[in-house]
């Protein structure tokens, strides 16, 4: 197998040519992305191991510009400076796998032997086409076998495309063990992780039919499981005779077996659990164990992808909510505020019934909403009495310094608004741009709505407190005045409802006792 690599690291290239030609792989190294390209489309090369961050032509350039030579080209992705949209870009674009530096060879070394699997397949398939046109005597038996291999490879591609692009694992997992029952033509699909400490297997299955709740269910026993050679063995089983025990289920699906087949998620040789197919009326044939077993490679992949993205994303949240400590800790009296405020936010946009792409923002967003404060004096902002014009006015430019602070960071474009607009009011008396009604952002409305009733409910240098009532006898007060009335209606049936009762008992300036005095 042919590889090109491309980094601007001399000695990186050097240790990986070598180590590849150690396991028998015909390498070629380039330091200059344009002479690789130069390279690539005057000889055609198997695999492409590209580095993302490089002078010239960055690595996500490269790799459309490899796609447009052969769109079916597999190219992997190496980076040393990951972060969540070079990933979600890369993997959107096309990358056949994404590795960050430092990484284990080891996992260069699976992926590649994935690959070779994948191109003897294409070569078998190159193979009877040659055959087609050489024996004209066998053509229709050759035509049948080539379609079903066309059909299965355009069926394989398509699952792929949906599967690499959802990013949330619960996501990946539905678009698993739905396509199986698609492809496979099952009742279920079915998906199983082996949980070593519980010594458990949990279980996310899909029905083909509306008959039982889909989604991941409780821990399955190990030694109950009746896939278990299957991950144990790192066995592929398939099944088609009627159990001898008729009334055998699936616990704790309460699924009774008819028949399955059944292979083993593996990555670096070790099996983390079962992709299977249940209950097909005619019986599961060796296509169906060809398709399931090629369908487990892209779902190790796509899970890993998956777990990666899922830590830059954690990674990224605990760096905001650190600086926002950090701000907080110069204020005594708002220390927590913006704990608070950010969870009131986020069971609005929930009330809202936003998605969970619109919620991560929304967390974001309102932890960072006071990031401006930074530049404000220590003197300004624990002055112990009420602040004069000037001060105040000082005190407004926080949020045009947050917006100044944070206006280059790509990641947190979509959660400016909540930085920018929380002290705009609903009748556009408020600042920084005076904006009226729905000019607001709803993240800003939203926003200040949340952050009003904390700042009420807290304990001030210049004021105690107010109860729960007072507080929301002063939301309905300026219920279209300074907040978006719709807002504050959801806002206050959260509040009926003992939702918020939480958040409120954890804010130390107010008193526990009075949570449901207006109840």
């Known amino acids: 197998m042919k590889i090109l690599l491309i980094d601007d690291d001399l000695s990186f290239l050097e240790v990986m040519e070598r180590s590849l030609r150690h396991v028998n792989y015909d390498c070629v190294s380039f330091q200059n992305p344009v002479d690789a390209l130069a390279a690539y489309q005057a000889e055609q090369y198997d695999v492409v191991i590209r ?45 056949y796998a ?92 079915l998906i199983c992780f082996y949980d070593q400490k519980p010594g458990k297997c949990n279980c996310f299955h899909s029905g083909k039919e509306d008959d039982g709740k889909t989604g991941f269910e409780d821990f399955c026993p190990l030694e109950k499981f009746p896939f278990k050679s299957c991950f144990c063995q790192k066995k592929i089983l398939l099944d088609n005779q009627p159990c001898p025990d008729t009334n055998m289920v699936l616990e704790p699906l309460s699924i009774s077996l008819q028949n399955y087949v059944c292979v083993p998620l593996i990555r670096r040789g070790r099996a983390i659990g079962i992709l299977a197919g249940l209950n097909k009326n005619k019986g599961f044939t060796g296509r169906d164990k060809f398709m399931l077993n090629a369908i487990s490679d892209m779902a190790v992949t796509a899970i890993y992808n998956s777990g990666l993205i899922g830590q830059l994303k954690e990674l990224f949240g605990q760096t905001v909510e650190a600086l926002a400590k950090g701000i907080e800790a110069r204020d005594e009296y708002t220390r927590g505020h913006t704990n608070r405020v950010s969870r009131y936010t986020e069971m609005i946009a929930r009330a809202l019934n936003w998605n969970d792409e619109k919620l991560y923002e929304a967390h974001i967003g309102s932890t960072l909403h006071d990031i401006g404060k930074i530049g404000i004096p220590d003197r300004i902002l624990n002055k112990p009495g009420r602040l004069t014009g000037e001060e105040f006015a000082m005190i407004k430019q926080h949020v045009v310094i947050g917006v100044e602070i944070l206006k280059d960071v790509y990641q947190l474009k979509k959660m400016m608004p909540y930085i920018q607009h929380h002290h705009e009011r609903y009748d556009g008396s408020g600042y920084p741009q005076g904006l009226k009604g729905k000019e607001i952002p709803l993240e800003g409305r939203i926003m200040c709505v949340a952050d009003s009733f904390d700042a009420m409910t807290s304990n001030r240098p210049y004021r105690g407190h107010l109860c729960l009532e007072e507080a929301v006898s002063e939301l309905e007060k300026c219920s279209g005045l300074q907040f978006d009335p719709g807002i504050v209606e959801v806002f206050i049936s959260l509040l009926n409802s003992g939702e918020l009762d939480n958040i409120l008992h954890e804010n130390h300036h107010f008193a526990a006792s009075k949570l449901h005095e207006s109840s």
Request: charged residues 30%; proline residues 1%.
């Open 98 to 189: 994404y590795f960050q530096k430092p990484f284990e060879l080891t996992n260069i070394l699976d992926t590649l032997r994935k690959i070779e699997k994948e191109l003897v397949i294409e070569k078998e398939n190159k193979r009877k086409i040659q055959m087609f046109d050489e024996n004209e005597c066998e053509l229709d038996e050759v035509y049948q076998d080539l379609q079903k291999h066309v059909v299965a490879v355009d069926q394989l591609h398509a699952i792929s495309r949906k599967i690499h692009a959802a990013i949330d694992l619960d996501c990946i997992m539905q678009e698993l063990v739905n396509n199986v029952c698609h492809l496979l033509g099952c009742r279920y699909g």
């Open 51 to 95: 580095e993302i961050l490089m002078p010239k032509m960055d690595g996500i350039d490269v790799l459309r510009a490899v796609k447009g030579f052969n769109s079916e080209a597999r190219v992997i992705m190496l980076t040393g400076y990951a972060n969540m949209d070079t990933t979600k870009s890369a993997l959107n674009q096309g990358a």
